[in-house]
């Protein structure tokens, strides 16, 4: 169940502003009814301003009256009124685990698909112009340590994301009159 934003501060708001019973309230905001309770008699919560959902479109009056009129009836949380963003594909957090892959991942895709731009594979790793740079002049602090391996396995994209990526590459080397380069072998990608 989704909760309501600042769900003590609205449970405080609702306490003080409606008959609803302690079992709705914490039922609503996710919370005991002993909680509840205890923020009534003035134990919990002191000095939380109340927050005010009627007003930030998390319920309606309509929705309040409904429910203090039937101690059975819970507090159902209004549909937001503008739409979630939708994230957008391309860099993303990677793990501090997952980071010293990085340079094993853009030798990778530097060796099996040279078509793809600088500017491409930062976005699909996450990565720096600079970083890339340094694996493709073999300049990088750790360039002796750096063996090619699939980004894919090493969980830094998917494979879709990659897909997408390689055709767009291939789009713009044949929109420039290139041909782009034959897929790597499964042999090569093992090598």
């Keep these: 169940m989704t909760l309501p934003l600042m769900p003590k501060a609205t449970a ?7 008959a609803l019973t302690f079992e709705q309230i914490a039922d609503f905001c ?14 919990v919560a002191q000095g939380i301003v109340g927050y005010d959902p ?3 479109s998390q319920l309606s009056a309509e929705e309040i009256r409904r429910c203090e009129a039937d101690p059975a ?17 391309g860099a993303h957090y990677t793990p501090v685990s997952k980071r010293n892959d990085r340079p094993d991942a853009i030798a990778f895709l530097l060796r099996n698909y ?3 731009s ?25 360039s002796a340590n750096i063996k090619p391996r699939d980004p894919v396995i090493l969980g830094l994209c998917k494979q879709g ?11 713009r ?8 380069p034959p897929p790597p072998t499964p042999t090569e990608e093992a090598a």
Excluded: F, Y
């Design 12 to 18: 405080v708001w609702l306490i003080d502003k409606t």
């Design 30 to 43: 996710g919370m005991h009814p002993l909680e509840i309770q205890a923020i009534a008699d003035g134990e």
């Design 54 to 56: 009627v007003a930030n």
């Design 73 to 89: 009836a819970r507090l159902k949380l209004a549909p937001p009124s503008q739409p979630l963003p939708k994230r957008t594909r």
């Design 114 to 116: 040279p078509q793809l």
């Design 118 to 142: 600088e500017a491409q594979i930062s976005k699909l790793l996450g990565t720096t112009k600079e970083t890339i740079q340094k694996v493709k002049e073999r300049s990088h602090w750790n």
């Design 161 to 171: 994301d990659l897909n997408d990526m390689i055709a767009q590459a291939n789009e």
């Design 173 to 180: 080397m044949a929109r420039e009159g290139l041909t782009p």
